[in-house]
T-cell receptor, first 113, second 114 residues
Framework: DAGITQSPRHKVTETGTPVTLRCHQT?????MYWYRQDPGHGLRLIHY???????DKGEVSDGYSVSRSKTEDFLLTLESATSSQTSVYFC????????????FGQGTRLTVV | AQSVTQLDSQVPVFEEAPVELRCNYS??????LFWYVQYPNQGLQLLLK??????LVESINGFEAEFNKSQTSFHLRKPSVHISDTAEYFC????????????FGKGTKLSVKP
């Protein structure tokens, strides 16, 4: 499973509150990604990182920020959660060995009420 | 810009029947192509991939997909499905030489009935 851990696995939060989701990998690969999955939309890229402090925006980055202060951790923050951010969030990594596919974590189900 | 179209949102089939899940993509550059499978309440697992070489790629559990450059397609097939194949299947593409960002289709739910 490429050693990816997402926390928390489930969270319910209120509109307007900040929320941080964590993705941890055990093998220190450079590339990490955050996706959200919504019915009828598949998975859409929020942000990605290609190294410590190196991040960039994806397709649906509005309302989200990320940080990567250590190779093994990639944090996704919803500064002020809205109901439209209710979703399942997946972290993924790409191995540094030249393999092109991504490996996914188990997901975090976030509900904003 | 890249995009991926999965033409069927749901595909119901009977056990032991053949199935084809369709995927078309658009891109102005060379791409890598992937099929991922997601079982209920789980993450995504790689099913198979096309990087280069032979246009027909196979998975260990009997699925195969064929890259067709002229039709920009990467359809997934299995000659005989099992109940355990019930899952959602996602087609994805990434540009060669890119940061590895995957663009996903909207998914196809395969439901295998006894």
């Amino acid at each position: 499973d490429a050693g990816i851990t997402q926390s928390p696995r489930h969270k319910v939060t209120e509109t307007g509150t900040p929320v941080t989701l964590r993705c941890h990998q055990t093998e220190n690969h450079r590339y990490m990604y955050w996706y959200r999955q919504d019915p009828g939309h598949g998975l859409r890229l929020i942000h990605y990182s290609y190294g410590v402090k190196d991040t960039d925006k994806g397709e649906v980055s509005d309302g989200y920020s990320v940080s990567r202060s250590k190779t093994e951790d990639f944090l996704l923050t919803l500064e002020s959660a809205t109901s439209s951010q209710t979703s399942v969030y997946f972290c993924a990594i790409r191995l540094d060995t030249g393999i092109t596919e991504a490996f996914f974590g188990q997901g975090t189900r976030l509900t904003v009420v | 810009a890249q995009s991926v179209t999965q033409l069927d949102s749901q595909v119901p089939v009977f056990e032991e029947a053949p199935v084809e899940l369709r995927c078309n993509y658009s891109s102005s550059v060379s791409v890598y192509l992937f099929w991922y499978v997601q079982y209920p309440n789980q993450g995504l697992q790689l099913l198979l991939k096309y990087l280069s070489g032979s246009t027909l790629v196979e998975s260990i559990n009997g699925f195969e997909a064929e890259f067709n450059k002229s039709q920009t397609s990467f359809h997934l097939r299995k000659p005989s499905v099992h109940i355990s194949d019930t899952a959602e299947y996602f087609c994805a593409v990434s540009e060669r030489g890119s940061q590895g960002n995957l663009i996903f289709g909207k998914g196809t739910k395969l439901s295998v009935k006894p």
